[in-house]
């Protein structure tokens, strides 16, 4: 079934006589060249802001293919109060524990059973500042739950466990949860929010929300309950070129009410249940229209077979994006003064070095160890990009190289120089340069914060 992966169908190899010429070129706008040259020597490399890792999809589905065979040896099901259900949360308990997480199993009776909610925390960051994913871990009676919602399950913790192998440092506190008889009427969720003590709560910062996030015939809908996460979000897909839109498959149909309710932000995704995908959203997204967005919805055929891969990749990756970009920045809105040039410079293919000024005023003495460049350029192949930043005396301080074989998108990106050695007032240039035919793009925006 065709679906849409956001990537162009330009993509070719590149030849290690371009990947030479760029690390001539990379010497050459860098400064880094000839010994004699005259003016100042080349500040160190600028170290990146961590960004979100790539989540590898074949981990997600291999997290799908153990709940499928725990549901096929238990009865065929994962729900609430059923063998399946708790051999789930063992699964995902184990994973979780093994990689470092603090976790906790919180018991509820629901419906005459023992239902469990698994929350586990990632040691470290503000307390006071938590950022919460969550997906319920339960399927219905009928079928095995995979799409509905192994998928949210899987995908949130494989982001749990690359935190953890990233040995991620997140400014705010992180925190996950799977949970129990969302199917009963959210129960689970609801029980941990009307047990959360309101000093608790409050330190709640947003709770992102992720139930069916594989349908077969997919679509990308945003939750529209908080601007500020709904943007997250949608950065992300826009980065990727993949259109959205706003869920609206029956508002508060999952564990995101129960917080919302309670006053607290939050966000989330969903690919669709059983709505009906129409002619304009197949022509955006792909797949079928007049086919629900996933046909085995709440049915026995929920299997591992019932899933998107493409669209599980996609929401993973987003959902790791938000994780990391809600969490690393600072506690406070910046106090950092920042000076932006938003218009767009066109950088010629193959050509010479193009610039971005923008002129700092106001800021007394020299630049911080800590500036942050933030970079946005839009372009086709990045790994034709040399990047740097040069101060005021004509200083360069390098951002990044040219690596002609890394054919992703776009430079969207924050980093952190050590510019001391320079005044802060002045003109400041971003430097970009395209080492490599054919592919091309424009500096869309960029910003300097002190
Ligand atoms: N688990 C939800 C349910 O069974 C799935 C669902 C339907 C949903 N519509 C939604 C989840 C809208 C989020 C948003 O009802
Ligand atoms: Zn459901």
Redesign the pocket.
Known sequence: MPHRTGQPLHRRCRGLALLTAGAAATAALLGTAPASAAGPAPAPAATPTLAAPDIPVANVKAHLSQLQSIASSNGGNRAHGRAGYRASLDYVKGKLDAAGFTTTVQQFTAGGATGYNLVADWPGGDAGHVIFSGS?LDSVGAGPGIN??GSGSAAILEVALAVAREGYKPDKHLRFAWWGA??LGMLGSRHYVSTLPSAERSKIESYLNF??VGSPNPGYFVYDDDARLEKVFKDFYASKNIPTEI?T??DG??DHAPFKNAGIRVG?L?SG?DYIKTAAQAQKWGGTSGRAFDACY?RSCDTSANINEAALNNNSDAIASAVWSLSGGSTNPPDGKSFENADNVQIPDAGPAVESPVTVTGIPGNAPTALKVAVDIKHTWRGDLTIALVGPSGRTFGLKSASGNDSADNVIDTFTVDASSETANGTWKLRVQDTGAQDTGYIDSWKLTF
């Open positions: 319920h509905d919602n969302e199917e139930d069916m869920e498959e029956g149909r999952s989330g969903f249940a709440h």
